[in-house]
């Protein structure tokens, strides 16, 4: 199994302030990705984080305003600009891989609050 | 349309007896894997049990299984012997395509709880 690790796990901001959210895995893996989850909800897939080139973002998400990076195969940055109160959220991140059979991975989340 | 339909929002089930957690997808796509995940109040998401499309026989995984029913495009989750220990969000999701390893949709998840 891969081990993701989440760096803040949490956070307090000010609206139009940025904060980029790390991400590292303890293994390569195939595929990272960045979903956003409301507390009680559902997971909304953000983007797929591909390494050296530029993440593929799902509808009603956009580069702007979610910048990714993926430099490696263990590690991802999300950034969330701008920020605004309808931002506060837990935003996960993800891995998956396949050994014989997939598998899919969570980071703890990162909890964003914004003022 | 919702790729992934949980239509228990909420579940009780007494302990150390089994209960059943619906899931049904809709794609149509030939090659497709469901998973299964438990998000206790803590918020960590963890992998509990997949099934591939191509999967002749039910995924197993301890207490868990996976009742795959194809043709009727349903993925249910069957936990044995329920422990306290089992409340938590349930989330069935579905990864389309032929790409392995690749994203997932996710349902609206079921809350389960284990009555002592």
């Known amino acids: 199994s891969a081990v993701i690790s989440q760096k803040p796990s949490r956070d307090i901001c000010q609206r139009g302030t940025s904060l980029t959210i790390q991400c590292q895995v303890d293994?390569?893996?195939?595929?990272m990705f960045w979903y956003r989850q409301q507390p009680g909800q559902s997971l909304t897939l953000i983007a797929t984080?591909?390494?050296?080139?530029?993440?593929?973002?799902e509808s009603g998400f956009v580069i702007d305003k979610f910048p990714i990076s993926r430099p490696n195969l263990t590690f991802s940055t999300l950034t969330v600009s701008n920020m605004s109160p309808e931002d506060s959220s837990i935003y996960l991140c993800s891995a998956s891989t396949y050994r014989g059979r997939d598998t899919q991975y969570f980071g703890p989340g990162t909890r964003l609050t914004v003022l | 349309a919702q790729k992934i339909t949980q239509t228990q929002p909420g579940m009780f089930v007494q302990e150390k007896e089994a209960v059943t957690l619906d899931c049904t997808y809709d794609t149509s796509d030939q090659s497709y894997g469901l998973f299964w995940y438990k998000q206790p109040s803590s918020g960590e998401m963890i992998f509990l049990i997949y099934?591939?499309?191509?999967?002749?026989q039910n995924a197993t995984e301890g207490r868990y299984s996976l009742n795959f029913q194809k043709a009727r495009k349903s993925a249910n989750l069957v936990i044995s012997a329920s422990q306290l220990g089992d409340s938590a969000m349930y989330f069935c999701a579905m990864r389309e395509g032929n790409t392995n390893a690749g994203k997932s949709t996710f349902g609206d998840g079921t809350t389960l709880t284990v009555k002592p």
């Open positions: 293994s390569q893996v195939t595929m």
């Open positions: 984080a591909n390494q050296g080139s530029e993440a593929t973002y």
């Open positions: 099934q591939g499309s191509y999967d002749e």
